[in-house]
Every structure is written in C-alpha cells, then in structure tokens.
C-alpha cells in the first residue's frame, strides 16, 4: 500500500503492541520524533479486524506519520499553551493584587497566593481545551482523508472498509458515536464517530475524477 502511494516507511517503524493482556479496547497510533517515530497497531486490532479494515486503519496512522502531524501539533498547541500563559500571568497579577489589599497576599511570589493560581489554572486549561481539542480533530480528520486516498487501488472498496473499521472501533471502545454539538467542541480530540462514518461513505473523488489531494501531495 504505501509502495503503491509512493511513500516509504521502513519496516522497523512499524510495530505491533500487546495490548490483549490488558484491555479489550481496540486501536493504533503514531508517536515519537526523528529516531523514535513509528506507527504502532494494537493486537486486539489484528484479531478483531479483516485484512481490509486493518488497511484503512494502518492507512490512517499513515496518514499522521507522513503528513508531520506530531511536530505541527505539538507546535500548534505550545502556541496555545504560551498564550493562555501569558494571559495566565496578566490575570493572576490582577487577581492577587485585588485580594492582597483584603488578605495582606504581597504578590504572585507569596505561597499564600497558590489557591488563586490554582483557580487561574484550572479556568486557563477549561477555555484552551476547545482550541487544542479542535486542532487535534483537525488532524485526525485529514488522517482518515489520507487513510481512504492511500488505500485506493490497494483495497477493492476503500469506502466500506473504512466504515466497518470505525464500526468496529467503536463498537468495542463503547464510543458514544453521535454527542451534542457542545460535548464535541470542548472535550472531543477525535471527530464523533457518526461524523466519520458519514465522510468515509461520501469521500470518493476517484469516482468524481478528481485528484487525490493528500496522497499526491506527497509524491
């Protein structure tokens, strides 16, 4: 499949996890940079999924390891991370020196100032889950792009295995596949399940005669 996408993973990227000896829960990722980076498959994934569904998810993680996702990522949320800081500070100065005035707090440096940072804290890692959480369905969103491109020529219907493979997923992971609007934007890293499944059956562009954006990007 990915001689076929003009890609090259070595082999000894590749991994597969015990994971049976302790859940029952299906799953793949990618993980790492430079040397450590590698795409692992979970063997309760091997045992419950066909040759074709296996594909697709393998062609997902593919997706992650070719695309860079990890450092853009990880770029992206330290950009988020260094804004809500500094927003952090601002407000915990403020809120400290209004409370000093009450308390006899003499500044962010005095430790009886530590139950306002936690409260800071806890309000900063409350509103920036939405935006890291959303960059993260971004990504995971153009992996299962690049999971039916890649796959295209290698599994006879793409399309199908790729909803029986979320299916699965689901399935045993007792995913809950449809939440409300509100849950998906602030808690979901992953785009909902029914939200997946919907594109896996609509995204054909090699039935439209067009081109395949992510895979020939890579080319």
């Known amino acids: 499949m990915l001689d076929h996408a003009g890609l090259s993973i070595p082999p000894a990227r590749i991994f597969e996890m015990d994971a049976s000896s302790k859940t029952k829960t299906v799953d793949a990722y990618v993980s790492g940079v430079g040397a450590s980076k590698r795409v692992v498959v979970w063997d309760t994934a091997l045992r419950t999924m ?3 569904e296996l594909l697709l998810v393998l062609g997902h993680e593919t997706g992650h390891y070719a695309l860079y996702h990890i450092p853009k990522e990880f770029a992206l949320d330290e950009a988020v991370a260094l804004l809500f800081i500094f ?12 409370a000093g005035r ?4 003499e500044g962010v440096g005095d430790l009886a100032s ?7 804290l ?3 890692v ?4 939405p935006i890291v959480n959303g960059i993260s369905r971004h990504y995971e969103h153009q992996a299962d792009q690049f999971g039916l491109e890649v796959a295209y020529g290698i599994v006879a219907d793409p399309n199908t295995a ?39 059956a609509s995204y054909k562009p090699w039935a439209e005669g067009k081109p ?3 895979v020939l990007k890579r080319k």
């Open 50 to 52: 066909g040759p074709d």
């Open 87 to 98: 927003l952090g500070f601002l407000a915990a100065n403020r809120l400290v020196e209004r």
């Open 102 to 105: 009450r308390t006899g707090i």
């Open 114 to 120: 530590l139950p306002l940072m936690l409260v800071v």
């Open 122 to 124: 806890t309000v900063l």
């Open 126 to 129: 409350f509103l920036s889950s």
């Open 162 to 200: 790729e909803i029986h493979a979320l299916e699965t997923l689901g399935t045993e992971d007792l995913a809950d596949p449809d939440p409300s609007p509100f849950i998906k934007f602030w808690l979901y890293t992953h785009p909902p399940l029914a939200d997946r499944i919907r594109f896996a």
């Open 212 to 214: 395949l954006e992510l």
